[in-house]
């Protein structure tokens, strides 16, 4: 068995790094989508009011309730699968939940990338503002969860600087080692 969770600031490469592991036949359990499930059970819209749910949950059930819910599924896909990735770790409260649950069994890989390459990237997704004000302030929410803490406790690091082919093999030959 193995567990490996990704951490990264917004626009790293978090969710490319999902997509690999997708590709690999690996389960990959987003964090992100207990968020939503919540903003949903609460009746808002996931889109409107991510951030604002995220900050409440960890409020109203430790800093750790993110990764407590995920528990469930990541168990769940480890029945039928070597190794799973947690896509989109938070903070070190999260990290250490997970430690506590998979032990030596857990792998912890940051991802890093500077500012304006991140900025670039969130731009060409259009899903997200890219402002310069919008991506700092997601920053500071991020690293404010704990993030940098978490970033500091990574067994690995990708630095996510190159062509998207160079960090999609990188990507690979990691989860394939932890299979």
Same mark, same amino acid.
């Given at each position: 068995?193995?567990?490996?969770?990704?951490?990264?600031? $917004?626009?790293?490469?978090?969710?490319?790094?999902?997509?690999?592991?997708?590709?690999?036949?690996? *389960?990959? !359990?987003?964090?992100?989508?207990?968020?939503?499930?919540?903003?949903?059970?609460?009746?808002?819209? $996931?889109?409107? =009011?991510?951030? /604002?749910?995220?900050?409440?949950?960890?409020?109203?059930?430790? *800093?750790?309730?993110?990764? &407590?819910?995920?528990?469930? $599924? !990541?168990?769940?896909?480890?029945?039928? =699968?070597?190794?799973?990735? !947690?896509? #989109?770790?938070?903070?070190?409260?999260?990290?250490?939940?997970?430690?506590?649950?998979?032990?030596? /069994?857990?792998?912890? %890989?940051?991802?890093?990338? $500077?500012?304006?390459?991140?900025?670039?990237?969130?731009?060409?997704?259009?899903?997200?503002? *890219?402002? %310069? &004000?919008?991506?700092?302030?997601?920053? +500071?929410?991020?690293?404010?969860?704990?993030? #940098?803490?978490?970033?500091?406790?990574?067994? /690995? +690091? !990708?630095?996510?600087?190159?062509?998207?082919?160079?960090? =999609?093999?990188?990507?690979?030959?990691?989860? &394939?080692?932890? &299979?």
């Amino acid at each position: 068995m193995n567990v490996v969770g990704t951490v990264g600031l $917004p626009g790293s490469g978090k969710g490319e790094a999902a997509s690999v592991a997708a590709e690999l036949d690996i *389960p990959v !359990i987003t964090m992100g989508d207990v968020i939503r499930e919540e903003c949903r059970a609460r009746g808002l819209d $996931p889109s409107d =009011h991510h951030g /604002e749910i995220a900050v409440a949950l960890r409020e109203e059930n430790g *800093p750790g309730a993110i990764a &407590e819910r995920s528990l469930k $599924p !990541i168990r769940d896909a480890l029945e039928t =699968h070597d190794t799973v990735l !947690i896509d #989109g770790i938070r903070s070190d409260a999260e990290v250490e939940r997970f430690l506590e649950a998979f032990g030596d /069994e857990f792998t912890l %890989v940051a991802i890093t990338a $500077p500012f304006e390459l991140r900025k670039d990237r969130l731009s060409e997704r259009q899903r997200d503002d *890219p402002s %310069v &004000e919008t991506l700092e302030e997601r920053d +500071t929410r991020e690293l404010g969860f704990g993030m #940098g803490a978490a970033i500091e406790m990574a067994d /690995e +690091t !990708i630095e996510n600087t190159e062509s998207i082919e160079a960090y =999609h093999k990188q990507v690979r030959r990691l989860l &394939e080692d932890d &299979e």
